[in-house]
């Protein structure tokens, strides 16, 4: 995985080139925040909308699967989330959309909790309400850390999407599950379901793992041809930072940095304490700021 900017991606048309031949199993994460110069400039501090699209129109003659991620700010870019996601379903290579409210943290000068931050759920409105392509029940909190992360997949046929919830009729999860919609019932469907939702399959194992978990429901067959690029997802994914800092969430957190010395640190404490190379505590505000 490449987590990049796209400035060079858009001045070197031969990286991406380059990049996708170390396929199959590599991706990239381009910074997409929005299609407006304005919020691009509030968020990042400077207009990139040529490099972005010229970084999305290389990605997409090189063929490399990719992935755009936006930060969301409130009154910034909030109004956008479904305008991102069809704009990422006309490019082939476009996997699917990562959207992360933004957080205190970085180069993020300047903010205020209040004003700025957006809420998890907020955006999950925002795409169903706005994206034309997914309803509320295609959205479903990750199960590791359900308060934090919530996923919507889909089958893709060019700029059509199916979304995978909307493929099982009631009756057979019901049939599946007794007389209650209980994944705990029924072993197979909960260990591929929790494979499915896992952002581990967040590549190019995903296409085979959705097949594993339709062939645990019996009225679908899912076509031989299915790959990786017939997979479109989003993701929300709401990290902590000062503010919203909770205990309960690290210990559930399964987004991890792993350290050269072998220490598995949850994203959200990576960022707030171990950023600088060192475990280093962080000064306490007076009770006056």
Do not use: W
Request: negative net charge; proline residues 6%; glycine residues 8%.
């Amino acid at each position: 995985m490449l987590n990049t900017n796209g400035v060079r991606l858009a001045s070197e048309p031969d990286f991406a080139k380059r990049l996708a031949d170390l396929g199959p199993g590599f991706e990239v994460y381009l910074q997409f925040d929005s299609l407006r110069p304005e919020a691009l400039k509030r968020i990042r501090g400077a207009d990139l909308t040529r490099q972005r699209e010229k970084a999305l129109e290389n990605l997409e003659a090189a063929g490399l699967s990719t992935t755009l991620v936006a930060v969301i700010a409130k009154g910034a870019n909030d109004d956008e989330c479904g305008e991102i996601v069809r704009h990422a379903l006309q490019y082939a290579c476009v996997r699917g959309v990562t959207f992360q409210p933004v957080q205190d943290a970085g180069r993020n000068l300047g903010f205020d909790k209040n004003r700025d931050r957006a809420m998890l759920t907020d955006i999950r409105r925002s795409i169903v309400e706005t994206s034309g392509v997914f309803v509320p029940e295609d959205i479903l909190p990750l199960p590791c850390n359900p308060e934090e992360i919530a996923i919507g997949y889909g089958v893709r046929s060019g700029s059509t999407v199916m979304p995978v919830t909307q493929l099982f009729p009631t009756e057979v999860l019901l049939g599946a599950a007794g007389n209650t919609i209980s994944f705990e019932s029924s072993p197979a469907l909960k260990a591929r379901l929790f494979d499915l939702l896992s952002l581990s399959t967040a590549g190019p194992n995903t296409g085979e793992t959705l097949h594993q978990f339709l062939c645990c429901l019996p009225a679908f067959q899912g076509p031989a041809s299915l790959t990786y690029e017939n997979v479109f997802r989003v993701v929300i994914v709401q990290f902590l930072d000062r503010f919203n800092f909770c205990i309960g969430a690290v210990k559930r957190s399964c987004i991890h940095f792993v350290t050269p010395k072998g220490q598995i640190i949850p994203f959200d404490t990576y960022n707030l304490f171990y950023r600088d190379g060192v475990a280093a505590p962080r000064p306490r505000e007076t009770a006056d700021a």
